[in-house]
């Protein structure tokens, strides 16, 4: 439901966004794809142009958050560049797919991660509260940041392959938190694999 109004009061969550999404390989389809370790992926980002002049000289960077740095999603120390693009002119109204070669001696271990992508631009600047050390509120208070979670699956997955998935709470009271379980394989519901959570 995100317009793009700032700061952003619509969005229950924040790391869902349908502007970025990984492929493991850069065919321009726009379908989400777990990122491979072993080989480059591509992270692809829309960029649209909600203002009444062009969009001249715009950066796209787009950050990966790092789990071992231990700082959740402080920014920018918890996160890493994964790679950046330009969008040279981009008309009123007008969107661009932008792609990101994300090398594969980058790609961390399998598990569950959040991408952070910035607009910079010197005819739009990211204002001063959504350029905090929390990422996620900066998410919501601009239009020029997005957020996308996402997961880091191995070529070969064996039965004793471990994965740890952060839940985060960002309300200031208590929440209910629900973990999905899916794969496109579908082994778990044909008994060709099994799931332990460790809560």
Known sequence: P????????????????????VRNQNDGVNKHQNVKVGQDNIANVNVANRGALPAKDTTVEVYRMNKGAGLGNAWPKGWDLVGTAKVTELAPGASQRVVVTWPSSTIP???????YVRLISA???IKANADTTNALQNTRNSNNIVWRNFDVVGLLTQATSKFEVMAQNSKSTAAKVNIAITEPEKMLPNKGAKVVVDL
């Open 2 to 21: 995100d317009q793009g109004v700032e700061p952003n009061t619509v969005s229950p969550t924040l790391w869902v966004s349908p502007d970025v999404w």
């Open 123 to 125: 005819d739009d600047p």
């Open 109 to 115: 271990k399998p598990g569950h991660y959040c991408f």
